[in-house]
């Protein structure tokens, strides 16, 4: 039977005044008209504004700021003239002091509406340069016929087209002040239709770009490239596949390091590897994180998510034992090098997929006084269930999203005999909507 396609309603073409309630978790003002919620881009919490209308959903509607007739105390003059045209960041008109404040109630919001916890006590949060702070970044690249040129940057807000920007205010300066510099390099080559995307990784010692090349490049451009290397000490690579197919173009002999001097560590690690992206805040996450555990000599600890060793050489520095546990088989082999390069024999790593049920692994076979994770955005579901059994008197717990830490923290506490005794948030992404949190779990009964 044909069904008659229902005509969308049309929407109001006048402005609506409204006052905002509070902020989206993606860092749009919300409002409720006639008992519906409204999601509002470019307005804040307690301001009285006028908006359009730009869409309508079932649960809700979507508008954007017409006009601003009382301004929030904490609204500033985004500093990137590309703000509300760029999908970057979300957060830039209201003041980095009030982010922070924002990210750790949506932290303690989470934990109580899922994870039904409340830390004993909330940590200070950690915070750093809010400007030039990003060390790690994916840049799409589009050679736009109708524009006769090529782009380079973050994706336009809510659309998949590449932003017309010329500079990034929150990159590392290396790069970020390179952008309209690096879209005329790529409309000088040959395969400058051809180039999907820009990986940026920047080290204390080296800024590395890696194009993703659909094609092979031919010997002009790759003398382009070389050329442009040169010229700006930026080191080039290309990625004509997956990760694995990355070859050096300039210069020879590159590699990238971070130290950790509180620890005496210096770590390599390659352009497409997981790493912090925010290098100030690293090594005082590092040092917090250290401070909750309360290592002492006589600890055998469990790192879990370990990476190329961002946590577990810091800890072996205080530990008897450390054991890091990574599924990314690359990650685990450069943490071995790391141990090695920073003469540390206290640490061993296991390859496992920690998705998959882990009971039969040796090193579940240990018993652990402390137990350190820092687990992707989707959490440590899997692994949650077994680490009551354990031994561990705390566990810290490190997350990217505060939904699934909620949710983890909900059975560690109500399931597996353990008290939340603090919690709190990491700027490691100032003017996005991104949080960034650490949890200390103790046993209820230590």
């Known amino acids: 039977m044909n069904r008659r396609r229902r005509n969308k309603p049309k929407l109001p073409n006048y402005p609506v005044r409204a006052r905002i309630e509070s902020l989206s978790h993606d860092g749009r003002g ?3 008209i006639d008992g519906k919620a409204v999601f509002i881009d470019g307005a804040l919490p307690g301001e009285e504004i006028s908006f359009l209308y730009t ?8 508008g954007k700021l017409c006009e601003l007739f009382e301004a929030s105390e904490h609204r500033v003059q985004p500093k990137c003239a590309s703000f509300g045209i760029c999908g970057g960041c979300s957060l830039q008109h209201q003041s980095p002091e009030q982010q922070i404040l924002a990210k750790q109630q949506t932290l303690l919001d989470n934990l109580a509406r899922l994870g039904k916890v409340k830390p004993e006590r909330v940590l200070e949060p950690l915070t750093g340069p809010v400007w030039g702070y990003r060390n790690k970044a ?4 589009k050679h736009v016929r109708k524009k006769g040129r090529v782009l380079v ?3 336009e807000k809510h659309k998949p087209y590449v932003a017309d920007i010329a500079r990034c205010e929150v990159l590392h300066p290396s790069v970020g002040e390179r952008l309209a510099e690096l879209a005329q390099l790529i409309q000088g080559l ?5 180039i999907a995307q820009i990986e940026v990784a920047v080290g204390d010692n080296a800024s590395v770009l890696v194009f993703r090349n659909l094609d092979p490049l031919s010997e002009s451009d790759t003398g382009t490239l070389i050329d442009y290397a040169q010229r700006t000490g930026l080191h080039i690579y290309l990625q004509p596949k997956g990760p694995e197919s990355i070859e050096l173009v300039w210069p020879p002999g590159s590699q990238l390091s971070y130290a950790l001097p509180d620890y005496g560590l210096t770590l390599d690690f390659l352009p497409t590897d997981f790493t912090q992206v925010n290098p100030a805040i690293n090594p005082a996450m590092i040092r917090q994180a250290l401070q909750l ?3 002492g ?5 469990l790192d879990l ?3 190329l060793g961002n946590f577990t050489l810091p800890i072996a520095r205080s530990a008897a034992q450390v054991v890091g546990v990574e599924g990314d088989a690359g990650l685990v082999q450069r943490a071995r090098d790391n141990a090695a390069k920073n003469a540390i024999d206290n640490v061993e790593y296991h390859q496992v997929d920690l998705t998959a049920d882990p009971a039969g692994q040796p090193w579940m076979q240990k018993r652990y006084t402390r137990i350190m994770l820092d687990p992707p955005r989707s959490g440590a579901q899997e692994m949650i269930p077994y680490l009551g059994k354990l031994g561990a008197q705390r566990i810290v717990y490190v997350s990217c999203h505060p939904g699934s830490l909620a949710r983890d923290a909900g059975v560690l506490v109500n399931e597996l005999g353990y008290r939340l005794a603090a919690a709190g948030v990491m700027d490691m992404f100032p003017h996005t909507t991104h949080v960034e949190s650490m949890a200390l779990f103790e046993k209820a009964d230590a």
């Open 55 to 62: 869409g309508r959903a079932r649960k809700h509607d979507e």
């Open 297 to 301: 000599a006589d600890d055998q600890v």
């Open 305 to 307: 998510f370990c990476g």
């Open 153 to 155: 940057g973050f994706r």
């Open 30 to 32: 919300v409002t409720h």
């Open 293 to 295: 555990l309360e290592v």
């Open 190 to 194: 040959e395969a400058s239709d051809r």
């Open 138 to 141: 994916r840049l799409g690249v």
